[in-house]
């Protein structure tokens, strides 16, 4: 059971450069999300989803875009990479439709030079 | 504002030890708390959680305490191992999507 798989894990992008993470999970959960984690920071929600078919914005959602293409993958893409956007990016899902209990997948680390 | 903060960043116990990682919410409704742990080069790992109409909450050598009086709660890891050495989050469950996460604290564990 791989749980929840992110790819790439590494990427270092050019300023303008456009690209897609993605995200598959093998739980049959309901929701999907999107974290940024910064040196000294908690994590924070960029992106979720609720449900197949349906996304929200959370916290920092500048700057993204999401897709949940089933209920198995959800994909976020930076249109025009920004140095800002240069963290470790994670995804997550839970269960129900409520994110109490998240599991993640391993993260991608991004740098935007 | 709300926050969800650490008391410390790092914390470093012998092995063997047991260790206590601190965490202070603000908002006073949450009612649901959520212990992670993070080791290098991975995603978080949920440990253990809590809701506040409990105090103490054990599971497998860890245990955490809710305090609702002065909004802490702690994770107490017992006979820490080699293996615990990790970044430790709290997380505060305020309702809907919204999971508010505190910086980390980073636990050595020396041999």
């Known amino acids: 059971n791989a749980g929840v798989t992110q790819t790439p894990k590494f990427q270092v992008l050019k300023t303008g450069q456009s690209m897609t993470l993605q995200c598959a999970q093998d739980?049959?959960?309901?929701?999907m999300y999107w974290y940024r984690q910064d040196p000294g920071m908690g994590l924070r929600l960029i992106y979720y989803s609720a449900s197949e078919g349906t996304t929200d914005k959370g916290e920092v959602p500048n700057g993204y875009n999401v897709s949940r293409l089933n209920k198995r993958e959800f994909s976020l893409r930076l249109e025009s990479a920004a140095p800002s956007q240069t963290s470790v990016y994670f995804c997550a899902s839970s269960e129900g439709t409520v994110n109490e209990k998240l599991f993640f997948g391993s993260g991608t680390q991004l740098s935007v030079l | 504002g709300e926050s969800v903060g650490l008391h410390l960043p790092t914390l470093s116990v012998q092995e063997g030890d047991n260790s206590i990682i601190n965490c202070a919410y603000s908002n006073s409704a949450s009612d649901y708390f959520i212990w992670y742990k993070q080791e290098s080069g991975k995603g978080p790992q949920f440990i253990i959680d809590i809701r506040s109409n409990m105090d103490k909450r054990q599971g497998q050598r860890v245990t955490v305490l809710l305090n609702k009086t002065v909004k802490h709660l702690s994770l107490q890891i017992a006979a820490t191992q080699p293996g615990d050495s990790a970044v430790y989050f709290c997380a505060e469950y305020h309702g809907g999507f919204k999971t508010i996460f505190g910086a980390g604290t980073r636990l050595f564990v020396k041999a």
């Open positions: 739980m049959n959960h309901n929701s």
